[in-house]
């Protein structure tokens, strides 16, 4: 059996890790051995944010195939990446391909997957904003309406995909896959060295991160929620700092001016060194459903800059709260954070590190479709 498992952007790598480790203890047990996985990447073999700690801290090697997709209109990005996947099926026999959440390069993927009459499983299924004018709620109904196998991160998940017409038999709930990794590299974390730079002491920090291109372009509301933040934190002397890429660095220290926000932005972190600043942190505040999802996962408070989240149960279950584009609702929850008065929170059903093996296992079961 012959595996493809296709990476679009950096949280893809982290969130096909663990069924990447699950596969190779199988073949390290002499199971299986007409096993072959390959791992392809979309995009660039020198995209500057696939450094090489991450792959050594997540313990996997790099793709094999890099299909070299560089492309900001995605609509054309679309159509580069389906050319270019046709090619590589061409030339490599394959019988499943696994794609992981929602981006656009993905629903190329899985509709070339679907053209040539192959297996497509889709990680982290069932997700929705239930906003059909984001570009990402598109292709979420794509590859799931088009996936023989459906995983699923929670029973909210599992009734979305149901409710859209999905048979039970392929809808399977593995559980948060994002956790596998928390688990296995929670005793391989050590305080980074930036940490000491900054004087940053564990429980005492504020931890910032931006990604999302909306946020970013509205100048004056980002200005505004930064003259929030710094303003609620000012009488507690909580001190913030922000690792952020780029543009988001740029917008940042733009809306910074003309505030008394001494937030320190810092460059990008590796893997492991992000994962210890957010598990110690005093507060996350971020854009990031993936951080949020850590930040449940450590106990860790977190405001999440968006009216909704794709994963609920990190807000109904978990520490995130969603204060949206607000500056008076993020004051608020700054000054509870600050304060250390957050709501009780525990851990969804399923976060137990063991997602990679239930889609690992749930892979085989289903061989039936390929032969």
């Known amino acids: 059996m012959n595996i493809c498992i296709v990476a679009g952007a950096r949280p893809n790598f982290i969130k096909v890790a663990p069924l990447i480790r699950a596969i190779e203890r199988y073949q390290a047990q002499g199971n299986h051995k007409d096993l072959h996985y390959e791992l392809i990447y979309s995009g660039r073999d020198d995209d500057p944010t696939l450094e090489d700690s991450l792959f050594n ?3 996997i090697k790099k793709p094999t195939t890099y299909l070299g997709v560089d492309c900001a209109n995605l609509n054309v990005l679309v159509g580069e990446v389906m050319a270019k996947f046709e090619h590589y ?6 019988d499943i391909v696994v794609v992981v959440d929602d981006l656009s390069s993905t629903m190329g993927v899985a509709i070339v997957t679907k053209k040539q ?4 499983a889709h990680i982290a299924a069932g997700t929705r904003s239930f906003d059909i004018n984001m570009p990402k709620e598109i292709n979420r109904l794509v590859i799931d309406g088009l996936s023989d196998i459906l995983f699923t991160a929670g029973m909210s998940n599992n009734s979305i995909a149901n409710r859209e017409g999905a048979e039970l038999s392929k809808v399977y709930m593995v559980g948060n896959i ?4 928390l688990r296995l590299l929670h005793n ?11 004087g940053l002491k564990e429980g005492e920090y504020i931890v910032f ?5 909306k946020l970013i372009a509205d100048e004056d509301n980002l200005h505004d929620m930064i003259a929030a933040t710094c303003e609620s934190l000012k009488v507690n002397a909580v001190p913030v700092v922000a690792p952020v890429r780029d543009k988001a660095a740029i917008a940042i220290k733009k809306a910074m001016q003309g505030t008394d926000s001494d937030m320190k932005l810092v460059e990008p972190l590796g893997y492991l060194d992000f994962m210890y600043l957010t598990a110690h942190a005093k507060g996350i505040i971020t854009d990031s459903g993936n ?19 794709e994963h609920i149960e990190t807000v109904k279950i978990g520490t995130n709260v969603l204060v949206g584009e607000d500056p008076e609702k993020l004051s608020k929850a700054v000054e509870d954070m600050a304060k250390g008065q957050w709501k009780q929170a525990g851990i969804p059903e399923r976060w ?5 093996e239930r889609v690992e296992i749930r892979s085989w079961a289903r061989r039936q479709l390929i032969t």
């Open 291 to 309: 951080v949020a999802e850590e930040a449940t996962f450590n106990g860790v408070p977190c405001i999440t800059l968006n009216s909704y989240t």
């Open 89 to 94: 099926l061409e030339e490599h026999p394959t």
């Open 209 to 213: 991160t931006l990604n999302r291109k």
């Open 117 to 120: 009459g192959l297996v497509l």
């Open 57 to 59: 801290d997540l313990q």
């Open 352 to 356: 137990d590190g063991r997602s990679g």
């Open 178 to 181: 994002l956790i596998d990794n």
């Open 188 to 198: 391989k974390l050590h305080r980074p060295k930036l940490m000491d730079q900054l």
